[in-house]
Nanobody, 119 residues
Framework: VQLVESGGGFMQPGGSLRLSCAAS????????MSWYRQRPGKERELVAS????????DYADSVKGRCSISRDNSKSTVYLQMNSLKPEDTAVYYC?????????????WGQGTQVTVSS
């Protein structure tokens, strides 16, 4: 199982970014996916989630209305569109999946992509 994030970078407040997470090693279209972030000095927190076919999405209050999670099952990729970026969005963003393999459930994380928002 591999989750590879990309798209992070340095942005000014008010800007936009689209993060991507390319998944492999499992049946992507069968599982919900999530984005988490870890801000400096804080615990990792859930940002957004999407169901396996993309029919239901959910967002943290801190990003609601500014972020949009989506997925392309044909490309095994999940996206996080971030708009109206704020300095408090500065964090390492991680892709996450909870998989049922064999007879148990396992958590998988990507390596993370840094997003820095500053003027």
């Amino acid at each position: 199982v591999q989750l590879v994030e990309s798209g992070g970078g340095f942005m000014q407040p008010g800007g936009s970014l689209r993060l991507s997470c390319a998944a492999s090693g499992f049946t992507f279209s069968s599982y919900g996916m999530s984005w988490y972030r870890q801000r400096p000095g804080k615990e990792r927190e859930l940002v957004a989630s999407i169901t396996s076919i993309g029919s239901i999405t959910d967002y943290a209050d801190s990003v609601k209305g500014r972020c949009s999670i989506s997925r392309d099952n044909s490309k095994s990729t999940v996206y996080l569109q971030m708009n109206s970026l704020k300095p408090e969005d500065t964090a390492v963003y991680y892709c996450y999946v909870y998989l049922f393999l064999g007879d148990n459930w396992y958590q998988y994380w990507g390596q993370g992509t840094q997003v820095t928002v500053s003027s």
